[in-house]
Each structure stands twice: as structure tokens, then as C-alpha cells.
């Protein structure tokens, strides 16, 4: 069985860091992705990265303060969230797809599994 968990949301203050876990059991994954949605919004892109970690993409609202990183010995996908704002409050996705990196990394109908969320509070 295919499972993806997320791990290491919480509340935290405007200016301060969380880092976001996701790990994968069940099978490996060339590419994983964060997703985040607000109350009362679609999901939004976050970050993408690939196998050997060289290639990086970004939602332009978190660039310069999000790190998506990987360790492809513990199956595991991170998030290093570091200058959190109030606006990053939402429920953060890990997602995942096999095979060669999508045509569009940030759709998430680029992805095939889903973990189950984990909440993010920044508080102003």
C-alpha cells in the first residue's frame, strides 16, 4: 500500500520556521511536490523537486524563503520554511508521481498520490 505522511506542521509566529516531513512507503517516486490550501481557496503550488534533487521549482510567493530538499535513502520529501508569514496559514500536501518530471509541476493533476495534510498557523 502506497502511503504518503506528512508530519512537523504546528502554530508558530510571523518571522519564525517550520519544517515540513513527508515520508513515502510502498514504492519510490522521481518527483515530489508541496501543495498548500487555505480555508476557502483552491490548493496552490508550493515547490517541486526531482530525483537527484539538482532540479528545484517554486511558487513565486515562497521563493527565497521556502527549501524543498529530499533524502532518497529514507524515502523522504522536505520543506524548510523559514520568514513565515501569516499568509502561509494552510493545510501543506505532500504529493507524488512516478516516472519523468510533469510538463506542469504545478497542477496538481500532475500528481498521482496525495498524503493527508498538515496544518500550518502563522500567527501576525
Known amino acids: 500500500q502506497v502511503q504518503l505522511v506528512e508530519s512537523g506542521g504546528g502554530l508558530v509566529q510571523a518571522g519564525g520556521s517550520l519544517r515540513l516531513s513527508c515520508a513515502a512507503s510502498g514504492r519510490t517516486f522521481n518527483n515530489y511536490a508541496w501543495f498548500h490550501q487555505a480555508p476557502g481557496k483552491e490548493r496552490e503550488f508550493v515547490a517541486v523537486?526531482?530525483?537527484?534533487?539538482?532540479?528545484?521549482g517554486y511558487a513565486d510567493s515562497v521563493k527565497g524563503r521556502f527549501t524543498i530538499s529530499r533524502d532518497n535513502a529514507k524515502n523522504a520529501v522536505y520543506l524548510q520554511m523559514d520568514s513565515l508569514k501569516p499568509e502561509d496559514t494552510a493545510v501543506y500536501y505532500c504529493a507524488a508521481t512516478p516516472g519523468l518530471m510533469p510538463s506542469y509541476p504545478s497542477r496538481d493533476g500532475s500528481y498521482d498520490f496525495w498524503g493527508q495534510g498538515t496544518q500550518v498557523t502563522v500567527s501576525s
Open positions: 523537486i526531482t530525483w537527484g534533487g539538482g532540479n528545484t
